[in-house]
């Protein structure tokens, strides 16, 4: 056997019923052949598949604008400026 060779086995039972009607569909069929169109078959599928990830909704979604969380700045009650002492003036 050539060491490219990677080989799997597979077991069937000869009183379930199952297995029974799989080597009857297989026949006298090359085994490894017929796996291997199983296989590829598969393969072909799952390419043409489209992931549900990346479909498109049927009804178009309004995109929301996302606003960050900021704490809100505190509200200080506001101060009248004081004015210079002026002697002249005098205070009031």
């Known amino acids: 056997m050539s060491k490219n060779k990677w080989v799997r086995s597979i077991s069937f039972n000869k009183t379930n019923e199952k297995d029974i009607a799989r080597l009857k569909l297989i026949g006298k069929k090359s085994f490894s052949r017929f796996i291997k169109k199983l296989l590829d078959d598969e ?10 990830d990346t479909t498109k ?5 309004m995109k929301q604008r996302v606003i960050p969380n900021s704490k809100p700045k505190p509200i200080r009650p506001q101060q009248q400026p004081t004015k210079p002492f002026n002697p002249m003036l005098g205070r009031k």
Do not use: G
């Not at 393969?43 to 549900?52: H, K, V």
């Open 43 to 52: 393969i072909i599928r799952r390419q043409s598949e489209i992931p549900n």
């Open 57 to 61: 909704i049927d009804t178009p979604q």
